[in-house]
């Protein structure tokens, strides 16, 4: 007996995650981690320091994720639409 896999995929929810993805990029852009201090000096200030690097470097990580993930909805329903357009042509030409 034969395996099939069938992949059923809706360009429009593909472009709908794409759209999300690239507004989670933004909003990761657009976060602040800067910090500021009135006073203080010492290991506890460094350690603030490096912890608010460390989230600028994982939110620069993820806005760059993201907006690849958005890339890649994109490529995807951009196939699906010709995989359709294609096996259309199958059926229109048989007719």
């Known amino acids: 007996m034969a395996s099939v896999i069938t992949i059923a995929a809706k360009t429009v929810n593909l472009k709908a995650q794409a759209e999300k993805m690239r507004e989670l990029a933004a909003k990761l852009d657009s976060r602040s981690y800067q910090l500021e201090f009135e006073q203080g000096e010492g290991a506890f200030v460094r350690e603030l ?15 760059s994720l993201a907006s690849v993930t958005a890339e890649r909805l994109d490529s995807a329903a951009a196939e699906f639409t010709a995989a359709d357009e294609y096996t259309a042509g199958f059926y229109r030409g048989g007719e």
Do not use: I, K, P, Q
């Open 49 to 63: 320091e490096a912890m608010s690097a460390e989230l600028r470097n994982v939110g620069s990580a993820l806005s």
